[in-house]
């Protein structure tokens, strides 16, 4: 729960507007992740850093893309289905934002499949 109370720390500093501290936050979380093992922590805090900055005033989706893709790798390899519908369907936002069509379509499809085989009910 620590790792995740730094990583969402960064995110309200960063929401409001002190990126210094988002990041230190960020960095901090990731560091405590990777150093215990807490591949799930690591994944939400990436995952939680992506989505901030895509809600910056100028977001950047290219620093949002590399971290969704490495939460997504951590999730699937933790084989943590939810997330990894949640995550899938955030990068296709994403991808459709930079253009590229066919991949936001891809993510997009699996997300929509994750989450009817599950049944997740948040999912749209």
Not at 10 to 27: C, E, I, M, T, Y
Not at 72 to 82: D, H, V
């Amino acid at each position: 729960m620590r790792t995740l109370a730094k990583g969402m720390l960064g995110s309200v500093h960063a929401r409001l507007g002190d990126q210094p501290a988002g990041d230190a936050g960020w960095n901090d979380a990731l560091a405590t992740a990777v150093s215990g093992g807490d591949r799930f922590g690591e994944a939400v805090t990436l995952w939680g850093r992506a989505r901030t900055h895509l809600r910056q005033e100028t977001p950047d989706r290219n620093a949002a893309l590399a971290d969704l893709d490495k939460a997504l790798a951590l999730f699937e390899r933790m084989e943590a289905r939810p997330s990894v519908a949640r995550v899938l369907r955030d990068r296709g936002e994403v991808l459709r934002a930079l253009g590229r069509t066919a991949e936001a379509d891809a993510a997009h499809q699996r997300a929509r499949e994750t989450a009817a085989e599950l049944s997740l009910r948040d999912f749209s």
